[in-house]
C-alpha cells in the first residue's frame, strides 16, 4: 500500500512539473518528463499485479481452491437473482486477487 501513495505522489510531482515546463514553454523537456514518468508507472504497475498473481496463486493452486472458499450457495442465488455481473464481483470480493476471468468461469460452474 506504501509504494502506491508513493508512486501516486511521484506522479503527481512528475505531473506538475510537466506542466510547469509547459507553461515555461519547455515542450519538449515537458513531454519527455511526462513520458517518462508514463512508461515507469507502466513497468511498476506490471511488477505489481505480477506479484498479487503469485501471492494469489500461492494460496489457491487451482480455480476448484478458490471454489472451495467460496459460499458456492450465495453465489448461485447472487447469480440467478442479481445476474452474472453481480456474482464475479461478490466472488472477488469474497477472494481478493481473484482475476476476473476466473471469477467469471467460477460464477458459469456454479
Not at 519527455?32 to 496463486?57: N, P, Y
Amino acid at each position: 500500500m506504501l509504494n502506491v501513495v508513493v508512486m501516486w505522489i511521484v506522479g503527481l510531482i512528475a505531473l506538475l512539473v510537466g506542466i510547469l515546463l509547459v507553461v515555461s514553454g519547455n515542450h519538449l523537456i515537458a513531454g519527455c518528463v511526462l513520458l517518462a514518468w508514463t512508461v515507469v508507472d507502466s513497468v511498476v504497475s506490471s511488477v505489481r499485479r505480477r506479484k498479487i498473481h503469485a501471492e494469489f496463486r500461492e494460496r489457491f493452486p487451482t480455480s476448484d481452491d478458490v471454489a472451495l472458499s467460496l459460499d458456492r450457495e450465495k453465489i448461485r442465488r447472487l447469480r440467478d437473482d442479481e445476474g452474472k455481473v453481480q456474482a464475479v464481483r461478490q466472488v472477488r470480493r469474497d477472494v481478493p486477487g481473484t482475476p476476473l476471468v476466473e471469477a467469471a468461469n467460477l460464477v458459469d460452474k456454479l
